[in-house]
């Protein structure tokens, strides 16, 4: 049982190149986020996905796009990416049947835009 | 909207000192209160929770009790040890604010450095 999976761990960018951030879960999660953190701004959540098929912005979702690829993998692609975009990303995700449910973590890729 | 205001850091304590990370909410609706822990490299993991007022979670030690009326979920812990030192998160899932239901609002974390 691996819990939540992130690939790549670290990743080096031009201004304007473009990556795809994988993300997997093996405890059949209902719901799925991703999220970046920034120095002493915590975590902020860029898009997530409630279920199997859908998916919704966050609060930071400018200059990325989403792709809930079956229950189990949720991606985040940078098309063009800029230095704002440095930053360490995490994806989660929870059963999200209630409010109290636990998210959990996978251990974070750290990105940098040159 | 939600916030999670948390006291800033860094905090440095000897071992077995007691420790105190201060954490106060605002929220629409009737929050869930977390504390994660972040240990250094790796991803955010859960270190305890309260669903409602007069609530007290409890974890490996640490505990924190949900206060209505101070809107406030401090986390707390006797006598810290160093492998404690960890960036720690409070955060908030509100199913009356904006956005999704099982979104969580994060404080910006504070770092702990427990020296021997």
């Known amino acids: 049982n691996a819990g939540v999976t992130q690939t790549p761990k670290f990743q080096v960018l031009k201004t304007g190149q473009s990556m795809t951030l994988q993300c997997a879960q093996d405890?059949?999660?209902?719901?799925m986020y991703w999220y970046r953190q920034d120095p002493g701004m915590g975590l902020r959540l860029i898009y997530y996905?409630?279920?199997?098929?859908?998916?919704d912005k966050g609060e930071v979702p400018n200059g990325y796009n989403v792709s809930r690829l079956n229950k189990r993998e949720f991606s985040l692609r940078l098309e063009s990416a800029a230095p704002s975009q440095t930053s360490v990303y995490f994806c989660?995700?929870?059963?999200?049947?209630?409010?109290?449910?636990?998210?959990?973590f996978g251990p974070g890729t750290r990105l940098t835009v040159l | 909207g939600d916030s999670v205001t948390q006291m800033e850091g860094p905090v440095t304590l000897s071992e077995e000192a007691f420790l105190t990370i201060n954490c106060t909410y605002t929220?629409?609706?009737?929050?869930?209160l977390f504390w994660y822990v972040q240990y250094p490299g790796e991803g955010l993991q859960l270190l305890l929770k309260?669903?409602?007022?007069?609530d007290k979670g409890s974890n490996k030690g640490f505990e924190a009790t949900y206060r209505k009326e101070t809107t406030s979920f401090h986390l707390e812990k006797g006598s810290v040890q160093v492998s404690d030192s960890a960036v720690y998160f409070c955060a908030l899932s509100d199913p009356s604010g904006s956005g999704s239901a099982r979104q969580l609002t994060f404080g910006s974390g504070t770092q702990l450095t427990v020296l021997p």
């Open positions: 405890m059949n999660h209902n719901s």
């Open positions: 309260a669903t409602k007022a007069d």
């Open positions: 996905s409630a279920s199997e098929g859908t998916t």
């Open positions: 929220a629409t609706g009737y929050p869930s």
């Open positions: 989660a995700s929870s059963w999200a049947r209630a409010q109290t449910d636990t998210q959990y």
